[in-house]
Each structure stands twice: as structure tokens, then as C-alpha cells.
């Protein structure tokens, strides 16, 4: 079993950052690819950036592609999310997951097994 609890959102302007982090117990994840995923009202999940156990970023959404890094530090079995100049399509509730599988690049929901509660973050205009 694998517990996961992500921190660091909240209210934040348009052009500000925010880091998320995912903190992971349980099971040996540092062996596992890990995502960041967000869900927006009224839309469906969508990954925003996944990540080998080794720390190779394998799937960045276009729409933050320079925006948001991806990272882990496996020591810490942490999940971060950097996210620099946010807009308001930002807005939503953000989770972290583990997939305990090796193929796929973690780019779709059904790759993952376990999922955190999920933070909210929201960026005003």
C-alpha cells in the first residue's frame, strides 16, 4: 500500500509561482514513476507532468511545457511540482500518483495505482 499526501497550493496572482509537493510512504516508491495530474471543474483529469523512479521527466503537457518542472528527490521519497508563472487555466485541483508498472510514460490515469487527496491551487487574473 502507498499513502500519498501533496501540500503547497492555494490563492496566488496571475505571474506568481507555487511549489507542490507530494510526500509518499508505504511501499519502496522510489522504485516507481510518479505524476502530477489536475483536474478542473467541469473537466477531465489531466496529467501535467510524469517521472521515472531515476528522475527522468518522460511526459510535460504543452500547455505548461516551460512553465513546470517536475522533480523528486527519492531520499525524501518527495514529489515536486514547480510551477512559475501561473495563469488562471492553472486553476484546479492538482494530484500527485504512483504507477507501479515500468511501461507507458505516464502520460494517462489508467497508468497509476494509487492516488493522493489532491491540493487545490487557484490564480486569480
Known amino acids: 500500500q502507498v499513502q500519498l499526501v501533496e501540500s503547497g497550493g492555494g490563492l496566488v496572482e496571475a505571474g506568481g509561482s507555487l511549489r507542490l509537493s507530494c510526500a509518499a510512504s508505504?511501499?519502496?516508491?522510489?522504485?516507481?514513476?510518479m505524476g502530477w495530474f489536475r483536474q478542473a471543474p467541469g473537466k477531465e483529469r489531466e496529467c501535467v507532468a510524469a517521472?521515472?523512479?531515476?528522475?527522468?521527466?518522460?511526459y510535460v503537457a504543452d500547455s505548461v511545457k516551460g512553465r513546470f518542472t517536475i522533480s523528486r528527490d527519492n531520499a525524501k521519497t518527495t514529489l515536486y511540482l514547480q510551477m512559475n508563472n501561473l495563469k488562471p487555466e492553472d486553476t484546479a485541483v492538482y494530484y500527485c500518483a504512483v504507477k507501479t508498472t515500468y511501461s507507458g510514460n505516464g502520460r494517462y490515469s489508467r497508468e497509476y495505482d494509487y492516488w493522493g487527496q489532491g491540493t487545490q491551487v487557484t490564480v486569480s487574473s
Open positions: 517521472i521515472t523512479w531515476i528522475g527522468v521527466t518522460t
Open positions: 508505504g511501499r519502496t516508491v522510489s522504485r516507481y514513476g
